[in-house]
């Protein structure tokens, strides 16, 4: 019989597993952030010096060319997307290409709230759709990388330079993650909240030339609210883009979002963000690997996530997978680890740049100690 009082000797340092808000950086303290903009007015000289300084280092970490605008938007990733999406879509047809939950939510809004009968192009939780099938001459939504399936798109050759749609990339668990093609991209969007370990509530907007002139030359047919508005007067409300948000930002969020991209840039920007989620992938998939229990739900290592990781447990349902969390949480081993609620059962553990890879490696032990005590009942 095993003894499940002995469990492994080492936990992880940091249990912060989630796939967001995802661990914060190492070495983070909330008095470590800067204050001099708080209780202040966000359009004093201090205010917009800090959000034009948060741009300049996201535009520098992700090493995003001068054709593309980068601003901070309302309402995190969903905000910036949904921005984008009642702004820019509506002028020709629209392809939704989705695979899990989060790119099946625009699906739903393309087609229920905008009522713009898209063409869907789907696969099933863990593979990727034939994107050879979709229509450039229409807009198309997807999300780079799906947080609740552990699949991402290889990269953006399947996009061509040549397209008469705009491309919009949910690109919120793939930023500072993985090399992006910024030429094929015309719309992205991504919150804090992920690979930076920065707070949510804000999202960031990436607009290529061509987004720019869609909506300097289109007018949706219905109406906006304030904080979806990026055009005055037929011309981009270029403020957006030098820190003059639409309405009241978090400079606390602000703060904490500068603290994070210093921390990047102290690695030696996207190429340390990318080696350190690279290694906590690698270790996963050895800890996978030693494991027959174990494996991932995204079979094609191409498209496999290396930063929303799913895991397949076998023989393990909900209400097995919510009580193996549930024991590693109890225990300070691990937080956050059951599989998205709409996904099939399993885990999902963060491998992003904020989480040590020291860490991965010390939570194997602990997810065969969880194993067996749940099998055990
Ligand atoms: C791919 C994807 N899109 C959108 C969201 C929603 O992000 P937010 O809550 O920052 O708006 C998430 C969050 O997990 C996500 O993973």
Excluded at 29 to 50: M, N, Q, V
Excluded at 120 to 126: C, P, S, T
């Amino acid at each position: 019989m095993t003894d499940f009082n002995a469990v492994p000797a080492r936990k992880p340092a940091r249990p912060q597993f989630s796939s967001g808000p995802c661990a914060k950086p190492p070495g983070y303290s909330p008095d470590k952030l800067a204050t001099e903009s708080l209780g202040r007015s966000h359009r004093a000289k201090i205010g917009k010096t800090r959000l034009a300084y948060c741009i300049d280092l996201m535009r520098e970490v992700l090493q995003l060319p001068d054709t593309h605008r980068i601003g901070i938007v309302p309402g995190s990733d969903t905000g910036a997307f949904e921005m984008a999406m009642w702004t820019m879509l509506g002028a020709r047809g629209v392809t939704t290409v989705a695979w899990e939950s989060f790119g099946e939510g625009w699906v739903t809004d393309a087609a229920k709230q905008l009522k713009l009968d898209p063409t869907v192009i789907r696969a099933d939780y863990g593979q990727l759709p034939d994107l050879t099938q979709i229509d450039f001459s229409t807009d198309v939504l997807f999300a780079w990388n799906g947080t609740t399936s552990g699949v991402r798109v290889p990269n953006a050759d399947f996009i061509p330079a040549d397209r008469e749609g705009l491309t919009f990339a949910d690109a919120t668990s793939a930023v500072f993650a993985y090399d992006i093609d910024w030429s094929k991209i015309d719309v992205a969007t991504f919150s804090w909240q992920k690979v930076l370990g920065g707070e949510g509530g804000h999202g960031v907007l990436i607009l290529g030339p061509r987004a720019v002139e869609r909506l300097e030359t289109y007018t949706p047919a219905w109406p906006l609210p304030k904080v979806f508005r990026l055009v005055s007067k037929g011309k981009l409300a270029e403020g957006v883009f030098k820190g003059e948000t639409i309405n009241t930002p978090s400079m606390l969020a602000v703060e904490d979002a500068i603290f994070a991209l210093e921390w990047a840039k102290g690695l030696g920007g996207l190429e340390g963000l990318k080696a350190r989620s690279d290694a906590n992938a690698a270790a996963l998939s050895k800890i996978v690997a030693d494991r027959d229990w174990l494996g991932h739900l995204a079979l094609d290592e191409a498209s496999r996530s290396k930063t929303s990781v799913c895991l397949t447990v076998e023989g393990a349902d909900a209400d097995f997978i919510k009580k193996f969390a549930a024991l590693l949480e109890k225990q300070d081993a691990a937080y956050d680890v059951a599989g998205y609620r709409d996904a099939p059962a399993g885990l999902r553990i963060w491998c992003g740049a904020t989480v040590d890879t020291q860490d991965i490696e010390d939570l194997g032990p602990w997810l065969d100690w969880a194993y067996a005590a749940v099998k055990a009942g």
